[in-house]
């Protein structure tokens, strides 16, 4: 008898009349508000405006599901267009099977064409969303659990999930890869933050280091696996791709910290035009100290400078006052 164990839902759809509410949806879109709301936080904290990330969001998700179905397709183009499949069912992204390798790379180009319309720096946008993707990562990764689907080897561990008898898979206890995954995505997000803050990372290396974290993880949670996939010298495609990813990305690390040292300064030109100096080095940006002020209107008439008769004193509640500091990532 199992005393403990994760319960698989009976189902991944939840019927309102006509129309299904499916899980894998949810979990997917949850994500993705998460991603792009603490991805505006962090990137008010480097200088940004305020709606940037989510302008910029309406062009790098729908590539990034496209990139990630194409992925999925053509790695596993055998559960779509061999003898006996329906090659319909590749257009079911309801049913699941996104590529997280897909998605990043065709989402970077959506986000490069959304940052060069701002004049934005691609490598300033990837370092604010990187924890944001990693967060959502965490979420989505609970529509595989209603889809009862990348699930590990049978075990009898407490936290063994069941899964129920059904299409191309036999009920029995397994390792719940969905929640592993999850909880190492959460700590991914957590250690990009923690670096950030503590080795002010620019230039896109706090991006490669969500990219090297995640492929570390995903490395040996895709070799727990039993899901059919497509093998290279006995090893899953996903592990090759995950070591050759995971290299590319501690590379660019090292290269850029050399080539490009420290934070950008100002990582989008019209925030600093309307903060008024504001420098993206700075949360939000602080107006400088030892900066002129405006000359108020006596002193366009002629009254004489600011803290002169007529003038306005230092300190005078007419003074024009700095940028606000914005809110810390």
């Not at 199992?2 to 994500?31: E, K, M, N, Q």
């Not at 008010?44 to 194409?70: C, H, N, S, Y």
């Not at 002193?299 to 005078?316: I, K, L, Q, Y």
Request: charged letters at 15%; aromatic letters at 12%; one cysteine or more.
């Amino acid at each position: 008898m199992d005393l403990a164990y994760i319960p698989s839902p009976s189902t991944g759809v939840i019927h309102l009349g006509p129309l299904p509410l499916r899980g894998y949806a949810f979990c997917i879109i949850i994500g993705v508000f998460v991603a792009v709301w603490y991805g505006n936080k962090r990137w008010l904290a480097r200088g940004g405006k305020a709606g940037t990330v989510a302008d910029i969001a309406v062009w790098a998700v729908p590539f990034g599901l496209v990139g990630g179905r194409l992925y999925h397709v053509i790695t596993d183009y055998q559960l779509y267009f061999s003898e006996g499949e329906d090659w319909v069912d590749a257009f079911k992204i309801w049913e699941g099977g996104l590529g997280i390798w897909g998605a990043i790379a065709l989402g970077a180009v959506g986000a490069w064409i959304g940052c060069r319309r701002r004049g934005i720096p691609l490598p300033a946008y990837a370092d604010a969303i990187a924890p944001g993707i990693a967060f959502a990562q965490a979420i989505g990764r609970w529509g595989n659990w209603f889809n009862q689907e990348l699930y590990g080897r049978p075990t009898d561990l407490p936290w063994a999930l069941r899964i129920s008898e059904g299409v191309n898979r036999e009920a029995g206890l397994y390792h719940p890869t969905f929640l592993y995954e999850s909880l190492w995505c959460v700590g991914v997000a957590l250690l990009v933050i923690w670096a950030d803050r503590r080795f002010t990372l620019g230039h896109g290396r706090a991006f490669a280091l969500y990219v090297a974290a995640y492929c570390a993880g995903r490395g040996w949670i895709e070799y727990m696996r039993v899901d059919e996939a497509h093998h290279i010298l006995g090893v899953r495609l996903n592990v090759w791709t995950a070591i050759l990813v995971f290299l590319a990305a501690v590379a660019y690390i090292v290269v850029s910290s050399r080539v490009r040292p420290g934070r950008e300064e100002v990582v989008e030109p019209a925030a600093v035009t309307a903060g008024g100096g504001a420098k993206g080095g700075e949360p939000g940006g602080t107006a400088d100290a030892t900066a002129q002020e405006p000359a108020d209107s006596a002193e366009a008439a002629g009254a004489g400078p600011a803290g002169s008769a007529g003038g306005t004193a230092p300190g005078d509640p007419l003074r024009k006052p700095g940028a606000a500091e914005a809110a810390d990532a």
